[in-house]
DNA sequence: AATACGATTAAACAATTATTTAAATATTTA
DNA sequence: TAAATATTTAAATAATTGTTTAATCGTATT
């Protein structure tokens, strides 16, 4: 395949094209960066990256309905950024122990930090 | 502020409120997570990271329409994760060169590689 | 078993967003 | 200046998604 255009040597156009992230690599990375474009989400994910939480807690702490929260809740969870577990009447949730969440949570805090860009 | 069940002591609930980034932080990180939540856009941007390329040479990388080509281009601009520059007829964009583009598309590298979680 | 509590589900609605086709704009070249 | 090329904008449509309110489900307690 050649781009309509030809801007780069062959052998670089034809490298990049190579290295391009399979289209699972792209769905997998797209749809955990999806869960986290939401900010009420990003909140939540934050949140059970530091400590496990109860619904009604998270709800609190993030001055959402537990309805709202349940619902995102699940988004984070089939996505597998998040476990759960009941304890009683509750259900606690944190961040899964997995490298994609540990270093999702670290790109957060860093870009947390810069605010401006550059 | 207080949590209606107090699973951690005082202090720890305290400090996790304290330490939550502020309204600004969490919608800046989540609207950039936002565009690179869409495969077509990850994509895209994946490229930009690699080369300078005009809209008509992306379209053709990625099999889509110029219109929905531009479409994206906008808005990944308008987030700051991409710049332009014209060249006689044609459009040529590039990811910007600012720490934000530098951390997501480590990130995005360090993933796509991962593939499985955990 | 009845009640209370925590959590989830369902239905409805509002809002956003991606894609397509067609038209318009900008730039170069004949 | 007319035609060709590259890109963007606009209009229309389809699809997805977040939030709210009300109802339901699961567990524990009395």
């Known amino acids: 395949m050649t781009t309509p255009h030809n801007h780069h ?27 986290l474009g939401d900010p009420s989400r990003l909140r939540i994910f934050w949140i059970l990256c530091h400590t496990e939480e ?15 929260v349940s619902h995102h809740l699940r ?12 304890a009683g009447k509750e259900m ?4 899964s122990d997995t490298r994609l969440v540990r270093k999702l949570h670290k790109v957060i805090e860093e ?3 810069i605010t401006c860009p550059d």
Not at 75 to 86: F, V, W
Request: hydrophobic share 45%; with cysteine; charged share 30%.
């Open 9 to 35: 040597d062959e052998e670089f156009s034809k490298n990049i094209l190579e290295t391009m992230p399979s289209d699972e690599a792209v769905t997998s990375v797209s749809e955990a960066m999806k869960q």
């Open 75 to 86: 988004l984070l969870k089939t996505a597998g950024l998040i476990e759960a577990r009941r």
């Open 111 to 113: 870009i947390a930090d």
């Open 54 to 68: 109860c619904v009604i807690d998270i709800a609190a702490m993030t001055e959402m309905t537990s309805p709202a």
């Open 92 to 95: 606690y949730y944190k961040a």
